[in-house]
């Protein structure tokens, strides 16, 4: 289902405890930078890459993509090349935060209706770090990266590790448990909205390097711009749209 943000009308949703956040194309527009970056290395070391290349990293866990790129040509260590790719990334993201539209809005939103946000992103903690320093401080609570899991998106696991480290003290903090059906993932690309949907929270997709299809296990919007929390929450009431049954 493809609908815009306003066109959300429903009055019974349950309330909304947290939202997940993806990183990379969901809340900063930081994908220039990665393509940029593997340029760069690949053609350091005489090799060619392309945009199609480029755009199958998209989402993809870290390790991953250094072994693409190690195909390639790239005559590093798995983790040199991704230290490599972090460092770059984070400086030009200190220079200029690319930030997506609609995000820091939403965020700000959230955090005033007292839903909790935790980032969930399989870049690694460097760079998230200097995501999250640049936001108001509270509005997103921890992170979960990339170097924190075993198995990177698309397989649930940092989902998974999110939730878990948000419902250890939410009972505390709000009287109530942490559900899955109350929680929201937003997510950009393929791996990542499948990691979120396996999770078993309701997932929200704002496509922006890669197409992401109709389907019966996330609502697919097309931008963040516009969306508050109390627009966002009215998913809840309809965690599988009706029109993608």
Same mark, same amino acid.
């Given at each position: 289902?493809?609908?815009?943000?306003?066109?959300?009308?429903?009055? %019974?949703?349950?309330?909304? /405890?947290?939202?997940?956040?993806?990183?990379?194309? $969901?809340?900063?527009?930081?994908?220039? #930078?990665?393509?940029?970056?593997? #340029?760069?290395?690949?053609?350091? #070391?005489?090799?060619?890459? %392309?945009?199609? @290349?480029?755009? @199958?990293?998209?989402? @993809?866990?870290?390790?991953?993509?250094?072994?693409?790129?190690?195909? +390639?040509? !790239?005559?590093?260590?798995?983790?040199?090349?991704?230290?490599?790719?972090?460092?770059?990334?984070?400086?030009?993201?200190?220079?200029? &935060?690319?930030?997506?539209?609609?995000?820091?809005?939403?965020?700000? %939103?959230?955090?005033?209706?007292?839903?909790?946000? +935790?980032?969930?992103?399989?870049?690694?903690?460097?760079?998230?770090?200097?995501? !999250?320093?640049?936001?108001?401080?509270?509005?997103?609570?921890?992170?979960? %990266?990339?170097? &924190?899991?075993?198995?990177?998106?698309?397989?649930?696991?940092?989902?998974?590790?999110?939730?878990?480290? &948000?419902?250890?003290?939410?009972? @505390?903090?709000?009287?109530?448990?942490?559900?899955?059906?109350?929680?929201?993932?937003?997510?950009?690309?393929?791996?990542?909205? +499948?990691?979120?949907?396996?999770?078993? &929270? !309701?997932?929200?997709? !704002?496509?922006?390097? $890669?197409?992401?299809?109709?389907?019966?296990?996330?609502?697919?919007?097309? $931008?963040?711009?516009?969306?508050?929390?109390? /627009?966002?929450?009215?998913?809840?009431?309809?965690?599988?749209?009706?029109?993608?049954?």
């Amino acid at each position: 289902m493809s609908s815009a943000p306003t066109a959300l009308t429903s009055t %019974s949703a349950p309330a909304l /405890q947290a939202v997940f956040w993806d990183m990379d194309g $969901t809340l900063v527009d930081t994908e220039p #930078y990665w393509i940029a970056a593997e #340029y760069e290395l690949v053609e350091s #070391y005489g090799g060619t890459w %392309s945009e199609e @290349q480029a755009h @199958q990293l998209v989402g @993809q866990a870290l390790t991953y993509s250094a072994s693409v790129l190690q195909q +390639a040509g !790239v005559e590093m260590e798995s983790q040199e090349i991704i230290d490599w790719l972090i460092t770059r990334v984070a400086a030009r993201a200190r220079e200029s &935060m690319p930030w997506r539209p609609g995000a820091r809005e939403l965020l700000a %939103s959230l955090h005033e209706a007292g839903a909790r946000s +935790a980032l969930v992103t399989m870049s690694h903690r460097p760079l998230a770090e200097a995501i !999250v320093e640049a936001l108001p401080e509270g509005q997103m609570e921890f992170i979960v %990266s990339g170097d &924190m899991v075993t198995r990177g998106k698309p397989d649930p696991e940092a989902y998974h590790l999110a939730f878990e480290t &948000m419902g250890a003290d939410h009972q @505390q903090r709000s009287g109530e448990q942490l559900t899955r059906s109350r929680c929201i993932a937003i997510e950009d690309s393929v791996p990542g909205t +499948a990691a979120a949907a396996a999770s078993g &929270m !309701v997932t929200v997709a !704002v496509p922006h390097f $890669t197409e992401l299809p109709e389907s019966d296990q996330w609502h697919l919007l097309p $931008t963040l711009a516009g969306l508050d929390a109390r /627009q966002l929450e009215e998913l809840l009431a309809d965690p599988v749209p009706a029109a993608q049954r």
